[in-house]
């Protein structure tokens, strides 16, 4: 699962880099959901950032808040500060005033 979470990532990155979200989107749900059930901080930090992103460029404010908030905890959990702040800061542009201290 591992390898699939992971090669999902890399090729949702080449994606992006293409500008192609429409093809990034599902495997970056893929991989996400994937390093969730692993329970792999980094991952979920990463990914979780990426995917949020891509959600909120869409308008989908609840759903972007959700993966900020998970991927926000697993930052935290792993002492990835930078990471943490960001996240805040997305979170915020959810409407999310709500962030974890």
Partial sequence: MDGVAAVNWDLARIDLS??????AAPRLVASFQLFLKLQRPDGIAVVG?????LLLAAG???QAGEVFRT?????????F?????HLDELLKATGDRNEES
């Fill in 49 to 53: 950032t990426v995917l949020g992103q």
């Fill in 71 to 79: 991927s926000r905890a697993a930052a935290a959990k792993i002492g």
């Fill in 18 to 23: 293409r500008q192609d979200f429409d093809a």
């Fill in 81 to 85: 500060a930078d990471a943490v702040d």
């Fill in 60 to 62: 989908d404010l609840g």
